[in-house]
């Protein structure tokens, strides 16, 4: 019998699920249409609408405008996304972002604090534990307002236990990051890999709602990728499937952070582009940019190289030395052998582009051109930029937060630390 009782629970918790996704891929309905679409009685959706509604999780939005016609017209009924907030943490070699948001990703607090790197990983956790307790006290945000914690980093993760294997740039070893943080905040965590996190959050809130097999390609700092395959998100052998920043271009090359040699990393990364342009940097090779930074090379940094890509109307970029120009355009062209490369081997439906390179609109043209010379059928209708990438600071963070513990049958449970 107690078997039978939990069967119960299960079905009718995957049941407001099914209707939870139904209302965020089509936005408001009536139950009628509800019903129709997921395979259960309009008395049967009524009542687990009822139960959601009484818990807050949804709520009537008004009578349906339709055609005259006899009879009750439908009611419709949609999510409610400020039922919980979520709070998202995007970990980055040179900064952090704290962001609040509603389910529905809507912006609430933003902050930022510099990433330390020259403490130990539990210290800085525990400064970042108190700027977030600060940020939702600020906003007289109590912790039974927060549906979860949804950290994302760069590099290998194991998600399952919530361990940062490698992250690239910030920590070498393994960090235990969640449950170093669930220690400080009474409020369950999630950590996933930077880029991983972004595509879940195509899949929720963009391109991926409608089921398609994608590829998700990061040029920022770093390259990143991740793979989704019939609405899912693939995960490799030893966490680190889709690491095409880690596809080796030269068998000899030079030694990446990854600790391998002539990883694409090595040749495109904004690290790598700033030690190339270090190498030819002179009074002859470059006056412009030996102008720029008044002959000081110690000034051509990420920090430097970002601003290029982000002022693209105005600044050096539309002045730039021929010789940076050529290391800058070798550097789009391996970016984007490697992708057809990839792209060929998996024949996705689409692909998504982001990242702050990539957010430059020259640099985005010449790499589809770059594509599109490799194979005639790699235009930007088959690879094209995200939709979400003024979101990519949060969203990913968001949408760990919100898959796990609003839309899947989960959301029921107890989402106390101790009851993950």
């Not at 760069?154 to 990051?177: F, L, M």
């Not at 991740?226 to 998100?233: F, R, S, T």
């Not at 391996?334 to 702050?356: E, K, Y």
């Amino acid at each position: 019998m107690v078997k039978t009782g939990i069967s119960l629970d299960s079905v009718k918790n995957n049941n407001k699920s099914q209707i939870l996704k139904i209302l965020q891929k089509n936005g408001a309905m009536s139950r009628k249409d509800i019903a129709n679409q997921i395979g259960l009685t309009p008395a049967a959706v009524t009542m687990l609408c009822n139960d959601m509604m009484e818990a807050h999780m949804i709520l009537e939005k008004g009578e349906m405008k339709e055609q005259k016609r006899a009879g009750r017209k439908k009611v419709l009924v949609d999510i409610n996304y400020d039922f919980k907030y979520i709070v998202s943490v995007n970990i980055e070699a040179v900064d952090t972002s704290i962001t609040v948001t509603n389910i529905r990703g809507n912006v609430l607090v933003e902050a930022k604090v510099h990433t330390r790197t020259d403490i130990e990983p539990q210290l800085f956790l525990e400064e970042l534990a108190k700027e977030i307790k600060l940020q939702l006290w600020e906003k007289e945000l109590k912790l039974s307002d927060i549906l979860g914690i949804g950290i994302c980093v760069p590099g290998i993760v194991d998600r399952n236990n919530g361990i940062s294997i490698h992250a690239y740039g910030i920590w070498n070893n393994q960090v235990k990051i969640r449950e170093i943080l669930e220690k400080q905040i009474q409020c369950p965590v999630i950590l996933e890999n930077n880029v991983k996190a972004f595509a879940e959050a195509e899949m929720l809130y963009g391109v991926g709602k409608y089921g398609n097999n994608i590829v998700f390609i990061k040029w920022g700092p770093g390259v990143g990728s991740a793979i989704v395959v019939d609405n899912k998100l693939y995960e490799g052998n030893q966490h680190n499937a889709a690491e095409i920043g880690h596809y080796i271009i030269e068998p000899d090359g030079l030694k990446c952070r990854c600790g391998r040699h002539g990883c694409l990393e090595t040749r495109v990364s904004m690290f790598a582009l700033c030690d190339r342009i270090k190498e030819i940097y002179s009074k002859e090779n470059t006056p412009v940019l030996y102008e720029e930074t008044a002959g000081d090379k110690n000034l051509i940094t990420r920090e430097l190289l970002t601003s290029w890509v982000e002022n693209e109307g105005n600044g050096y970029i539309t002045r730039m030395d021929q010789t940076i120009s050529e290391i800058l355009v070798g550097a789009i062209e391996r970016m984007a052998r490697v992708a057809v490369n990839v792209l060929t081997i998996l024949a996705p439906d689409c692909t998504i582009v982001f990242g702050s390179m990539f957010e430059n609109t020259s640099i985005y043209k010449l790499f589809i051109q770059y594509c599109t010379k490799y194979d005639e059928n790699y235009t930007d209708k088959l690879i094209s930029r995200s939709h979400l990438r003024d979101k990519m600071a949060y969203i990913g963070g968001t949408a760990l937060i919100a898959s796990t513990y609003f839309f899947e049958s989960k959301n029921h449970i107890d989402k106390s630390p101790n009851a993950l």
